[in-house]
């Protein structure tokens, strides 16, 4: 009994004095918490829309001024043609147009029907259909409403039709295949780098490859070309199960879109190398992996809920996770069919983080290695 008493003494010893274990230990479970709690909503704010008013009267206003007004939306601006709808579709702009007929109001007071079209970027369908239900709920309590004053002789109808733009069928497939790339790359390259550099130290190979004539930089790139060359297969891979297998279509560039994936590529790589200079263990290195970057990539980038829709500290954090904006270029190239003249500002973005990762990964990498 002393001797086991002992060991585990021991072991709680052991932990306390790997302090980075004991922080992710106790540090992951409230990550998680605060995640899982603030970041998984199923309702919607502040989505931004668009209006296309044909009829310009005061009861087009007085609905617009009920949606704006709701908190679901936010009103991003007016529209005068149709022409300038997809543009805005594409740019990721506004999620919704509502189109009002002409002689909105004098159609619904004379004949008792008017007409509404709802617009909808349906890239994320769960998100296109609670808009247009949210706002189909509005327009009907404005028309019950307006049949209940008394000036209303018979009564009235507003009839909204619905268009779900990029995903007519709103299938979820379409969704969360091309979200699937981006969670898939960040765990092969990032999760699987660090633990390959971790386990080289741990077991002591790295003060071989210290003596060797290998350079710092000749050691990074002999431990991520392997996992650069598999996140590509499985980039193939995953093209090709979308297209046989699910029927997700591919709109746009495949230079564009390998272009891009290999940028993301770079990046998560570069953050593998980075937790691998702060981990002492593969043990550390993994929570650090799962609880630092693959539960945010899977939660603030927007695969499964809609960053808009989160608290506003939790949308600022998500600017700096890289899925989030690789996401956006690969929705927009495959199900849009969108080039660098609509996705240029997530390229740069995207290379900014890579080039600070990278030059940061490196700087640690040398002074751990000094």
Do not use: C
Request: glycine content about 6%.
């Amino acid at each position: 009994m002393n001797a086991f008493s002992g060991f585990v003494i021991k072991e709680f010893k052991q932990i306390y004095r790997d302090r980075r274990t004991l922080l992710v230990l106790f540090g992951m479970p409230v990550i998680m918490v605060l995640l899982f709690g603030f970041a998984i909503r199923n309702e919607v704010s502040s989505a931004r829309i668009a209006v296309l008013d044909h009829s310009k009267d005061e009861v087009t206003r007085s609905i617009i001024q009920q949606i704006a007004a709701s908190g679901s939306f936010e009103l991003a601006g007016y529209v005068t043609s149709y022409d300038e709808i997809e543009p805005l579709f594409r740019k990721g702009a506004i999620k919704e147009v509502v189109v009002f007929e002409a002689n909105f109001e004098r159609n619904l007071t004379r004949d008792g029907t008017a007409n509404i079209q709802i617009i909808t970027d349906a890239t994320d369908p769960n998100l296109a259909n609670l808009l247009q239900a949210y706002t189909s709920r509005i327009i009907q309590d404005y028309t019950t409403s307006l049949n209940q004053e008394e000036q209303i002789q018979q009564k009235a109808g507003i009839r909204p039709a619905v268009r779900m733009m990029y995903n007519p069928e709103l299938r979820s497939v379409n969704l969360f295949v091309p979200g699937l790339i981006a969670v898939i790359l960040m765990l092969i390259s990032t999760l699987m780098t660090s633990i390959s550099i971790t386990r080289e130290k741990e077991m002591g190979n790295m003060e071989i490859l210290l003596v060797s004539p290998l350079k710092p930089y000749h050691i990074i790139i002999g431990k991520v070309l392997p996992y650069l060359v598999l996140s590509v297969v499985n980039v193939i891979s995953i093209l090709i199960l979308a297209d046989l297998v699910f029927g997700v279509p591919f709109e746009g560039s495949y230079i564009l879109f390998f272009l891009q994936a290999m940028l993301f590529i770079v990046t998560a790589l570069s953050l593998g190398v980075f937790i691998s200079t702060v981990a002492n263990n593969q043990q550390t290195a993994m929570m650090i992996s799962l609880a630092g970057l693959l539960l945010p990539t899977v939660l603030l980038s927007g695969f499964i809920f809609p960053v808009a829709s989160m608290p506003e500290v939790l949308q600022w954090i998500s600017h700096v996770i890289p899925a989030k904006w690789f996401l956006i270029i690969v929705r927009d190239i495959m199900l849009k069919g969108s080039g660098l003249a609509f996705l240029w500002e997530e390229t740069l973005i995207l290379m900014g983080i890579t080039l600070f990762f990278i030059g940061l990964s490196l700087k640690k990498f040398n002074v751990r290695l000094q």
